[in-house]
C-alpha cells in the first residue's frame, strides 16, 4: 500500500507529449519506505482543468520515480530536463 506524504504539492497544465492536447497533472509524493527510492503519484487528466472540474475527471493514476517525474515535467512543459 502507496501512502501519501501530504496532499498534491504540485499541479501541471501542460499539453500530451504526443498528442497535443491539454492534460493536467497532479505530483504527489509518497511515504518513503526502508531500502525503497522516493516515490511520486501522478495523476493525469485530459483538459486544462479547474479544481472543481478535477474532481469530476476521469483520472489515470501511476508510481513513479523523481527521475521520470522531471522527464514528464520537461516533456509536458517542452523543455530540455538538466542531467542531476
Known sequence: MTRTVSTTSAVLHGTHPLRGYPVTYRLTPLVRQPGMP???????????????????????????????????????????????
Open 38 to 84: 522516493a516515490g511520486f503519484m501522478v495523476e493525469e487528466a485530459d483538459g486544462d482543468l479547474s479544481e472543481d472540474a478535477w474532481e469530476t475527471a476521469e483520472i489515470s493514476r501511476v508510481l513513479m520515480t523523481p527521475v521520470q517525474v522531471r522527464e514528464l515535467v520537461a516533456r509536458v512543459t517542452h523543455r530540455v530536463p538538466t542531467q542531476r
